[in-house]
């Protein structure tokens, strides 16, 4: 029977002929129809994926050389382009679109042979933190079904949380990846701004978004970091930084390190106790075992927020003004007396209610009215953030965060409350603003029966290391649920 920990031990059974990529493939379908109720994925490309399992097993057996990702099943977020595939970033809106190339990231994967199994749910167009903003419905939390998965990624977290698939990719600007990563008590990167390409990911907002990672432990995350990394000609925001050997995790020297953490996120009132008191407890753990801990005075904590939903929504006004109907999509055919009437008519019908409000919020802050009051002002706050992040990085090695203020909360809390929704942002924004890499790791159970666990951050381009301190937490002190 099929068994999965991890991709190295998938390699060594494939290797040993204990399993096969067919066999692989066969289970990840079979546990994708069990488990539809969950609705995290959109489309699943079941015939093409055995079809390049069998290939790749014909391969293996012949003796020829394995890719680095030989037969690894991953499945991409419904805003990240696969040739001659549906992409629709869960949206009425590109109803019906087939990209006409495939995303860097993904050309990156099938050149080391992994296996694309389908496309998960997500919030429309990467808008929400919940998943229950798409148009094929809400996604499922695996562990507690009356709960979100988080989002915009959700269908991405849950495919790994469930078992659909080895590894996913997702999306992150605001969060995308680490909350719902944190809600599902699975392991989500978001890397340095630029380390991979954007090129063929379906822009929300350019200067933030940024495609990530999901999988059940470091190791997997590392090698899928290692393969879809680096430079692209298509993408002039790609890092030029040559690529580390990611996956190549020995453990870090044995000396003290320096940790902060931001004493006003610990002291925030929308923070859970019990996630606050577990935080503390892992803070004096690391102070017990002979490291630096300590609190950093953090004053623009308030800030944040407001910053990024101004300039996040402001670069999606203008992003997303290309879904017009005319080139592809959905569009409305009822007489219209205007192009400017067509215009309306389709972008009203295709956009959901929270994209609708984000394009407005963007188009207001644009406005020659306010574009200095409010744009401006958020940019002069993100050039703030920055000054502090490389202040705060002379002196520590790394930064610990809540993932999220709360565990999963059920389905529907939050909907009526946009401005509480935006809030639960609080903690995971910050990395997006300055660019720096960050990873949520799942250690800790709540006594509601939900897993949490935090963030860690380092300097820009610090992935191996941020990556080895990972694994070395997460080895040392995750809780088993």
């Known amino acids: 029977m099929f068994k999965y920990h991890s991709i190295a031990q998938y390699h060594q059974d494939l290797l040993t002929g204990t399993t096969s990529c067919v066999e692989a493939v066969q289970h990840y379908l079979q546990q994708i129809d069990a488990r539809r109720h969950l609705n995290a994925y959109v489309n699943t490309y079941g015939g093409e994926a055995l079809k390049r399992a069998a290939e790749l097993d014909a391969s293996r057996k012949a003796g020829k050389p394995t890719g680095k990702l030989h037969g690894v099943v991953i499945a991409l977020k419904d805003v990240i382009a696969y040739k001659d595939h549906p992409l629709t970033a869960a949206s009425k809106i590109l109803e019906g679109f087939n990209p006409v190339f495939n995303a860097t990231a993904v050309d990156r994967l099938l050149a080391e042979e992994a296996i694309i199994i389908g496309h998960t749910n997500c919030d429309e167009f990467a808008m929400g933190s919940t998943n229950e903003n798409s148009s094929y419905g809400k996604v499922l939390n695996a562990l507690d079904e009356t709960r979100v998965p988080g989002g915009s990624s959700g269908g991405s977290a849950v495919a790994v949380q469930a078992g659909l698939c080895m590894v996913s990719l997702g999306s992150d600007t605001g969060g995308s990846v680490r ?40 190791p997997d995350v590392a090698l899928v970091l290692e393969v879809i990394a680096g430079p692209d000609d298509f993408d002039s925001t790609g890092a ?75 670069e999606a006004s203008s992003n997303l003004s ?135 951050m380092t300097n820009q381009f610090s992935e191996l290391y941020l990556l080895q301190l990972s694994q070395l937490w997460m080895q040392q002190f995750r809780h088993a649920g």
Request: proline share 6%.
């Open 179 to 218: 909350q719902p990563a944190d809600f599902c008590g699975v392991v989500g990167l978001k890397p340095t701004y630029g380390r991979i390409s954007r090129h063929g990911l379906i822009a929300y907002a350019s200067s933030f978004d940024q495609i990530g990672i999901f999988a059940a432990n470091v």
């Open 240 to 314: 030029l930084q040559p690529v580390d050997a990611y996956s190549n995790l020995t453990p870090l020297p044995a000396k003290p390190l320096r940790i902060a953490y931001f004493k006003e996120a610990l002291e925030s009132p929308a923070l859970d106790n019990e996630i606050r008191q577990s935080i503390l407890e892992f803070a004096a753990k690391l102070q017990a075992d002979g490291h630096t801990v300590a609190p950093v005075e953090f004053e623009y904590l308030d800030f944040i927020v407001p910053a990024y939903y101004i300039l996040t929504t402001a």
């Open 322 to 456: 290309r879904y017009d109907g005319v080139k592809y999509g959905h569009r409305n055919l009822a007489k219209n007396n205007s192009l400017t009437d067509f215009y309306c008519a389709t972008r009203s019908e295709g956009f959901g209610w929270e994209v609708k409000r984000r394009i407005m919020l963007g188009t207001f802050v644009l406005s020659a009215g306010y574009y200095d009051a409010y744009f401006t002002k958020a940019q002069q706050v993100r050039k703030l953030l920055v000054d502090k992040i490389n202040l705060i990085f002379s002196q520590f090695d790394t930064i610990l965060l809540p993932t999220a203020p709360s565990t999963a909360f059920r389905i529907g809390e939050k909907t009526e409350d946009p401005i509480s929704m935006y809030l639960a942002d609080i903690f995971t924004v910050f990395s997006n603003l300055t660019g720096i890499p960050t990873i949520s790791i799942p250690l800790f159970w709540h006594s509601n029966g939900m897993p949490y666990g935090v963030q860690i």
